[in-house]
């Protein structure tokens, strides 16, 4: 999920900025639906609604694993565009934009983070649970 999150950032942070600077790579563009210009955290919503969604219904640990992909993506488009939905304003580029940058980062820290604790604790899990075929480490 981290992974998925701090690839997609920096992927549609590049875009944005190919977009926004006019030069045309391939078919990147604008979305615009009846003159109303779609930002990508209405994706991003659908992604990680839908991943999660999927997850809570299906319940399988061999699918959590691919379903946390489309979630950190779906989460990167949506903290990548925190600031807009703040201001209910299209402050992207501009000094208040930078707020997106900022918690995109904060949450990257957290994720990382997250997974390095979920590491370790489950490292020495198997020091510390006593079972059938679990026994403690010898020291």
């Not at 590491?119 to 510390?128: A, T, W």
Request: charged share 20%.
């Amino acid at each position: 999920m981290a992974g998925a999150f701090a690839l997609t950032l920096g992927s549609v942070r590049g875009i944005t900025m190919l977009i926004r600077s006019d030069r045309r790579f391939l078919i990147l563009g604008d979305v615009v639906v009846r003159d109303r210009h779609i930002h990508h955290f209405v994706p991003g919503i659908v992604l990680g609604l839908g991943a999660g969604g999927t997850a809570i219904a299906v319940r399988t640990k061999e699918i959590d694993r691919w379903l946390a992909l489309p979630f950190g993506a779906g989460a990167a488009l949506i903290f990548d565009e925190a600031a807009v939905l703040l201001q209910l304003e299209d402050v992207y580029w501009s000094e208040e934009g930078v707020l997106s940058v900022q918690l995109s980062f904060a949450a990257l820290a957290m994720l990382a983070s997250l997974a390095l604790a979920v590491r370790l604790l489950r490292r020495g899990e198997s020091s510390v649970l006593h079972g059938d075929d679990r026994v403690p480490l010898k020291t």
